[in-house]
């Protein structure tokens, strides 16, 4: 049915509401799985914001802030890599447009199923809601998509 | 995983490419299985193309028009619902606009999927993805597009 399933996901979806299904649907396909988180170059106060406080970011240049926000993407996404028993490898943290680097990597790795929410949680609903939107209408593949139950 | 899917259909989707996937989820999952077709109220123009001549077309009036209608889409789906061993009585032909019959329906009768194809077949592209897209905005259950492959 599926031979490679993408899962799309923000750093605060990685609830247990959305990874059961990813999980059943691996296991049900036995599709390879691959998890993609994309960091956006946007100002340095939203990554605050997003992902924690970061040491000295006053004096971190925007290209050195991505490097960083890439970094402690790959360390909050370990416990979920763990959890879907995804290898390293196949975890990708792009920096781009969020739909615009799925649909490449999607398109790129042959990807017949893209797995995202289908709208955010904590305030984040209506960017990621158009995310979901982008994804839909640009994949030339299926998706679906996840909605968030509290 | 799921234990209501609502398969939402054209006419003119009843593809294998669609119909595969709506089968296989429903054996994984043993939900039980809906279809729905939802005929618009519009033109009479309209009709004669999407669903073939109507014998003295000119003479019916709007709401006849919609009966007949509604007549020639249950005898089209029926080769669907066969395939997909499918009840008479989980087809379901609601009069109205397209996406707010469907969400109206998933939310009645606690469908926890809907699948539908993301594109069009047959130069009705740009209706179909904004129903697909009205879908995914408005759906409080996941929702499954799945990609016209020629």
Redesign the interface.
């Known amino acids: ?1 599926y031979k490679h399933i993408l899962f799309a996901t923000e750093l605060n979806e990685t609830k247990s509401y959305i990874e ?2 990813v999980t ?1 649907l691996q296991q ?1 396909t036995q599709a390879k799985l691959s998890v993609i988180h994309v960091v956006e170059p946007i100002p340095n106060a939203y990554y605050v914001g997003v992902y924690g406080a970061i040491p000295n970011l006053d004096s971190i240049d925007s290209i050195g802030t991505t490097k960083i926000v890439k970094e402690r993407s790959k360390e909050v996404l370990q416990p979920l890599i763990k959890r879907l028993n995804i290898e390293e490898k196949n975890m990708h943290i792009p920096v781009g447009h969020v739909s615009d680097e799925i649909l490449a990597f999607a398109e790129n790795e042959n990807v017949d199923l893209i797995i995202t929410g ?1 709208h955010g949680v904590h305030g984040l609903q209506l960017l990621l ?1 158009s995310t ?2 982008a994804i ?2 640009g ?9 968030f139950k509290a």
């Open positions: 049915m059961d299904k059943q049900f289908s809601g979901a939107n839909l209408h994949a030339k593949c299926d998706v679906l998509a996840v909605r």
